[in-house]
């Protein structure tokens, strides 16, 4: 079976610049996350999807940054415009989505994208 | 926000020896888990405890959970030098949504 796939694997750009990271879930999955990992600490979830609306957002910058999941699938994640303090590893997780409050579903991460931004 | 906070930060022992480490958390959770992550790689689901079992083992693996303290323990029996790796922490406090906790980096070396 195949993982979470998401690229680019990294990506530098300049403060201010738009850069987008794509995550392709586990086939069949309906959740899909979006977590920001800075070095040294542990993920932090910006963005919950169930199929394709939204769960959980309340930790994603809305200045600065916007996801999508197309037809409940593919996700992307945006940042616009980037400062200095969004470097960090960027990954995406999906998992079955049985049901909300049932709190039993695994989440398979993938590789992450590291984004510098200078 | 950082919900849990996994002790020691940093720990480094010989192959074959056993690695304890500990988390502790702030608020009422349904299961709470384990993840592995390796340098350069995402992360991987080790185990989950639900929060009404105390004890969960699998593998080398076994975890505590003392949900009257707020804390849990991981311990790796037997350690290898792949087991290498940073150990984190997640608590689900409802709608699978996860709450990861700073990490604890192991370090076996051979």
């Known amino acids: 079976e195949a993982g979470v796939a998401q690229s680019p694997r990294y990506k530098i750009i300049e403060k201010r610049q738009s850069v987008a990271f794509w995550c392709n879930p586990i086939?069949?999955?309906?959740?899909l996350y979006w977590y920001q990992q800075i070095l040294g600490q542990g993920p932090k979830l910006l963005i919950q999807?169930?199929?394709?609306?939204?769960?959980?957002d309340s930790q994603l910058p809305k200045d600065r940054f916007s996801a999508e999941r197309l037809k409940g699938v593919d996700s992307t994640l945006k940042i616009q415009p980037a400062k200095l303090e969004d470097s960090a590893v960027y990954l995406c997780?999906?998992?079955?989505?049985?049901?909300?409050?049932?709190?039993?579903?695994?989440?398979?991460f993938g590789p992450g994208t590291r984004l510098t931004v200078l | 926000s950082q919900q849990g906070e996994e002790d020691p930060q940093a720990l480094s022992i010989q192959e074959g020896e056993n690695a304890t480490m500990n988390c502790s958390y702030k608020?009422?959770?349904?299961?709470l888990q384990w993840y592995r992550q390796n340098s350069g790689r995402g992360l991987v689901h080790l185990i989950l405890?639900?929060?009404?079992?105390r004890e969960k083992h699998s593998g080398r693996l076994r975890v505590t959970l003392d949900t009257s303290k707020k804390s849990s323990s991981l311990l790796i029996t037997a350690s290898r030098a792949a087991d290498t790796a940073s150990y984190f922490c997640?608590?689900?406090?409802?709608?699978?949504?996860?709450?990861f906790g700073t990490g604890t980096r192991l370090l076996v070396s051979p």
């Open positions: 405890i639900r929060s009404n079992e």
């Open positions: 997780a999906s998992s079955l989505g049985r049901g909300r409050g049932v709190g039993t579903d695994t989440q398979y």
């Open positions: 608020t009422s959770i349904n299961n």
């Open positions: 999807f169930q199929n394709n609306g939204v769960v959980d």
């Open positions: 086939s069949g999955h309906a959740t």
């Open positions: 997640a608590t689900d406090t409802g709608f699978q949504k996860l709450v």
